[in-house]
């Protein structure tokens, strides 16, 4: 076989780790910034929601609203305990 090469499964994992250390974890964080959740419009609100149907969101009595992670955790919000 001429110009193939394999590359060993770990490959992709090490180079994605080692980036993230070099990045001190701005990589990751980068991917947890875009990341789609759901908030109720309420002021008692305190968790965000990776589950449109989460029970928990149910109980909401505002509106629902779709809103990057990073906002929900600028809003003091933190995930939901049902989806954990």
């Known amino acids: 076989m001429f110009g193939v090469t394999k590359t060993h499964p770990m490959t992709k994992t090490l180079i994605t780790f080692a980036l993230a250390i070099a990045l001190g974890g701005a990589g990751l964080s980068l991917a947890k910034a875009g990341r789609k959740v759901y908030i109720c419009n309420t002021k008692n ?40």
């Open 45 to 84: 609100a305190v968790a965000y929601h990776f589950n449109r149907e989460c029970q928990g969101l149910q109980k909401c009595k505002g509106t629902v609203s779709e809103v990057t992670e990073a906002a929900a955790q600028e809003k003091g919000l933190h995930s939901c305990g049902f989806e954990k």
